[in-house]
């Protein structure tokens, strides 16, 4: 009924027919963020695309086990120094401290975006042995080497027969030529060669005792052990941020491949970049905000704040292996088109279908409405085009207004499809893009108004109004109270 599904493989850069290798199962790890500070927007927009992806495979009837990993150790800055540990260091917090911070910082952000939570979310740390066990199962194989207490991946041993950078598309003579030298790259047989395993110098506090020394884990080693452990050695998909392809991914495929002999993942999917006018939106050049400053407005080149659903909205009307680029001039407008939606759906929920009416069928519009809901679906299944999706809802919404405001009748369509029509904007709306009401509607003020009608209607001696907002008011669990020169409230007790 809803047709296939193609999505784009940035492994192949086809856009290829959806067969998960397991039906009616699919698995889909997404890389998650380091918990060493905010989460900022970029992450936001790639974890939202993926939540928009892992609802619309279980909409269509997927088992999807969704796995998001926590990196809490292993990232290292370019000074060699580990995120989380330098920031432990800065603050003078316990690791784990900075961890659970940022760890709960993060699920909060995600809540309020509205994106469900992964199936399992596995942290690195939570997963050190079955990483020393693949640094072993490397090492027997010959695909990785010890040096100084360190492990790294032996990449010239590796593309003696397999393809070292082929998702990314990079040659490794070419990354050789561009790469710098940087410390500690004396220790490596390639310059290219990276960690599995890092001995930690004096001063580093996150550190494990094992037979090559007291380290830590390389950062690309824990994707690849978490994911196959709940997934298996050969999934569905792989999910990341576009800067993650190179090296972190290609770096994935290596040590799956040199530990298996198993293409790992079937679908690679990249959600794109943010841009700020039309620049690449970078801490460096001072345009980058964070998304509780886009919630708030807190920041000068914003001209207020928006609502998570609007933000929400907004980042659905690209495509997400397109740019993203905001704008005030672009918020504005999505903001108008959220509130518009808001509008719509509230009534639509309202709408009940007419019982014993005399049909006059238009049956041009039945085709057409009939159409608008096929159309939602198809875009979907284009490589999850929710940009043409909320095109196609709104043309749909345009025949809900026209029922509201009685252009068109009830009795121009038949009962099936105007409940089609309004299953397909309700679930669409809300299940699979993830948009859901929200209310800035304030109970305080509204009751304020009710009580100054109350004092008014005492003081017109209108005692039938006064009774009947006081029996109302009860119903809701306010007790109005008559004091002496101004009217109260409790609650009932
Ligand atoms: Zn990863």
New binding site residues.
Partial sequence: MFGKLRLTNSLTREKELFEPINPPNVGM????PTVYSDVHLGNVRTFISFDIINRYLKFLGYKVRYVR?I?DVGHLLDTGEDKISEKARLDKLEPMEIVQKYTNDFHNVMKTFNALPPDIEPSAIGHLLEQIEMIETLLAKGFAYKAKGSVYFDLNKYNESYEYGKLSGRKIEDLINQSRVLEGQDDKKNPLDFALWKKAAPNHIMRWKTEWSDGFPG??L???V??TKYLGPQFDI?G?GMD?KFP??DC?IAQCLGTTNKEPVKYWMHANMLTVNGQKMSKSLGNSFLPWQLISGEHEMLDRGYSPMAIRFFMLQSHYASTLDFSNDALNGSLKGYKKLANGIRILKEMVYPENQTLNINSALVDQVNKMCDDCHHAMNDDFNTALAIGHLFNLLKKVNSLYSKQIAFTDLDQATFDRMKSTLLTFTEDILGIKPETNINGQNLLNILLENYADAKAEKNYKKVDLLRQQLRKEGINIKDMKDFVGWAYNE
Wanted: proline share 0%; glycine share 10%; charged share 10%.
């Fill in positions: 790890y997404v890389c998650g990993n990196t950062w690309h824990e994707c690849s978490m994911s792989h990341g993650l972190h991914h994935e």
